[in-house]
């Protein structure tokens, strides 16, 4: 067992709200049921004061702490596998992931996961929460991930994500021709019916996800996107909800669609790009430990070169073909 301090402050937005629910918000990565325990248990700390009811409405602006002891990361196995490293010290390290390379073990992927390949890489991470992993990206979304090596910088860099001052850039090839970059503004939920999708809902936490345009080819559109918020599959169902999935997203329904006239080499490339096209492409955040801002760039995979240069070809094949 490993003893943690989470802590975090309460958002203006969230006043009224019980307590249990409050804290679900900020601390994702744990159910609201543990969440419930634990402030049962009298291990939570509103503005330095035990606060036990779990209906108990908060203000906004409350600093919220809570200490316990959790199961640490040495049930799951080292395994020796490659970490493409863009950056390392003895507080952190920030990792460019491939695809087909899941960030943490579970159901149906027991073992073969980034965590696994950290325990190797660096033993004494297995004292850490989720063996220092702050953030994820799907299996087949591509990029920078920053991962801490010890508790106090990852109880700062988590802080650092709940008050948006982590900065995560994405490219992405979305379906149809968009005219103009915006913002999409809705809370998200896990699905009703499909357990592991998630959904615009109503009453879903709240997700924002900026975009803006690239470059434009023939039916299709290439992005640049900026999280605000970091919901599970964010940019993917923002991007759908709009009409414009991301091209490979089989889930969401992008599922490639050569268009009208398309050379066989093209339609090939679609066919072969089996994921969505997302890729994780900026970092920035300030070093938990010594606030230097620092940023991170992760060149585009070769399937992504692969899949911008044949939109490219097919763009100029048709350009004079197209009313836009």
Do not use: C
């Not at 948006?164 to 490219?171: S, V």
């Amino acid at each position: 067992m490993a003893q943690i301090t989470l802590s975090a402050e309460i958002q203006p937005e969230q006043m009224g709200q019980r307590l249990d629910q409050t804290l679900a918000e900020l601390f994702p990565d744990y159910s609201r049921s543990r969440l419930k325990t634990w402030i049962e248990q009298d291990l939570v700390f509103v503005n330095g004061q035990v606060l036990n009811v779990p209906r108990t409405k908060v203000l906004g602006g409350e600093q919220v702490e809570i200490i316990v002891e959790v199961e640490d990361e040495t049930h799951f196995e080292p395994e020796n596998l490659p970490l493409n490293i863009v950056y390392e010290d003895e507080h952190i390290l920030v990792i460019n992931k491939p695809k087909d390379f899941v960030v943490h073990p579970g159901a149906g992927n027991p073992s073969g996961t980034v965590l696994n390949a950290l325990l190797y890489h660096y033993p004494p991470i297995a004292e850490v929460p989720r063996a220092g992993i702050v953030h994820r990206l799907d299996k087949d979304t591509t990029g920078l991930m920053v991962v801490a090596k010890t508790i106090p910088a990852q109880t700062q860099l988590v802080r650092d994500l709940q008050k948006r001052k982590i900065t995560r850039e994405y490219e992405a090839v979305a379906f149809g021709v968009m005219t103009k970059g915006g913002k999409v503004d809705e809370p998200m939920a896990r699905h009703p019916t499909k357990r592991t999708a998630m959904a615009v809902h109503p009453m879903g936490k709240p997700a924002v996800t900026h975009y803006r345009i690239m470059e434009h080819f023939r039916n299709y559109t290439r992005l640049r996107l900026r999280l605000e918020t970091g919901r599970t599959h964010q940019i993917r169902v923002h991007m759908a909800h709009i009409a414009h999935p991301l091209l490979g997203d089989q889930t969401y329904g992008g599922r490639p669609r050569p268009p009208k006239n398309a050379t066989e080499h093209f339609a090939e490339v679609l066919r072969n790009f089996q994921r969505q096209a997302l890729h994780a492409i900026m970092l920035r955040l300030e070093h938990p430990i010594t606030g230097e801002l620092m940023e991170w760039y992760a060149p585009l995979p070769d399937d992504f070169v692969e899949l911008i240069a044949a939109l490219k070809e097919d763009y100029q094949l048709h350009k004079d073909d197209l009313d836009y």
